[in-house]
């Protein structure tokens, strides 16, 4: 059976969920083979193989740390020439495209960027692709070389298939170029304790209903209770009441959640584009006719400041 590459995103070994996922969609197409550059692979082996991963290609070099992408580049080359994979599956974060990208150049390949879903064709992987702010659903087939594939985080639910996800050393020699960007300082940004804005399974987000950064205090705790992230409108951004890190939409992050909650938030098109492919939607607005019912699965009209507490009550007590 054809070898399929999965690229992992990891923190020092602890595998973060999007690559659990790619590991699910590529045994749709193959074997998953894991590709985990830096330190910790023998920690993350277990959980790899837990979801599929027959092979883990691992290397650690200082490098990875020490410079910007064109490093993992070289190690996802040499892996590529390894093993000649039917696909290479990249999650769809800014570093993860930024590494498809300039693999898919090296190897002269096609590639695609933000799937939402990966299926196996008889003429390679076909991919959807959610365009145009979720107006349209594109299904693409890469035509050229090896198929270099990023797809967005929460596109499909991790399943696990053990497997025996045996880590393998990946030789990896550098090229000129893997050097030319170095990092000079980090500075890790100040953890909420809530889940990534991208990868989170459930984001509650406000919007100007809002009507103060003090207010979101609301929002926050309803996050808290479902072990949510928070987004915020444009609207609520411009006002200065949530970081911009935080705008949903056009001209800040797009979320495909299992469950999204707008409050306060009136749906317009440039605040779709950014949660339109959520699985689950559910809007608190005191506006019955606010467009954003229009695409709701649950709609409550009501005052946020009662509904939202309200809800953060029944769900922290059904939590009990
Ligand atoms: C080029 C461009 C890019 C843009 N990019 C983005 C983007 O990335 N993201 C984005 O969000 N927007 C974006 N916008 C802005 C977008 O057009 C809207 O202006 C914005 O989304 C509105 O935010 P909002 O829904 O919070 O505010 P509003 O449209 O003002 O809606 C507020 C809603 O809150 C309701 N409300 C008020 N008080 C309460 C209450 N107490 N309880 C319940 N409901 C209440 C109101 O009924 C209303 O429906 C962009 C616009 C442009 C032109």
Redesign the pocket.
């Known amino acids: 059976m054809a070898e399929v590459l999965v690229y992992v995103d990891h923190v020092d070994g602890t595998v973060r969920k999007p690559t659990l996922e790619l590991l699910t969609l590529a045994r749709r197409l193959g074997e998953p083979v894991a590709v985990h550059l830096g330190p910790g692979a023998e920690a993350a082996a277990p959980v790899l193989g837990e979801h599929g991963a027959v092979r883990v290609l691992a290397a650690d070099a200082p490098e990875f740390a020490d410079y910007l992408v064109a490093p993992k580049v070289d190690a996802l080359q040499a892996a590529v020439a390894a093993v000649e994979p039917a696909a290479v599956l990249v999650p769809s974060s800014a570093e993860g495209k930024e590494i498809a990208a300039r693999l898919a150049l090296r190897i002269e390949s096609g590639l695609i960027t933000d799937a939402v879903d990966v299926t196996a064709g008889d003429e390679g992987p076909v991919v959807t692709l959610s365009v145009f702010a979720a107006a349209y659903t594109t299904t693409s087939r890469v035509t050229t070389g090896t198929p270099v594939i990023t797809v967005k985080p929460n596109s499909v639910a991790p399943e696990a298939a053990q497997a025996a996800g045996t880590v393998e050393e990946l030789a990896v020699s550098f090229g000129p170029l893997a050097t030319g960007t170095k990092v000079v300082s980090r500075t890790p940004r100040e953890s909420t304790g809530r889940p990534e804005l991208t990868e989170a399974a459930i984001v509650v987000s406000g919007?100007?209903?809002v009507?103060g950064a003090e207010n979101f205090a609301v929002i926050e705790a309803l996050a808290d209770s479902l072990g949510a992230a928070v987004g915020a409108?444009?609207?609520?951004v411009d006002a200065g009441w949530y970081p911009h890190s935080h705008?949903?939409?056009?001209?800040?992050k797009t979320v495909s959640p299992q469950l999204y909650v707008a409050a306060?938030?009136?749906g317009?098109i440039?605040?779709r584009a950014?949660m339109q492919t959520s699985k689950t939607i559910v809007a608190?607005?005191?506006?019955a006719e606010?467009p954003i019912f229009e695409l709701v699965d649950f709609g409550v009209v009501g005052?946020?400041?009662d509904v939202v507490p309200a809800l953060t009550d029944e769900v922290t007590a059904r939590r009990g």
């Open positions: 919007g100007r209903g009507n409108s444009r609207a609520a705008q949903i939409g056009q001209t800040g306060g938030i009136s317009a440039q605040h950014g608190v607005n005191k506006d606010a005052d946020l400041f």
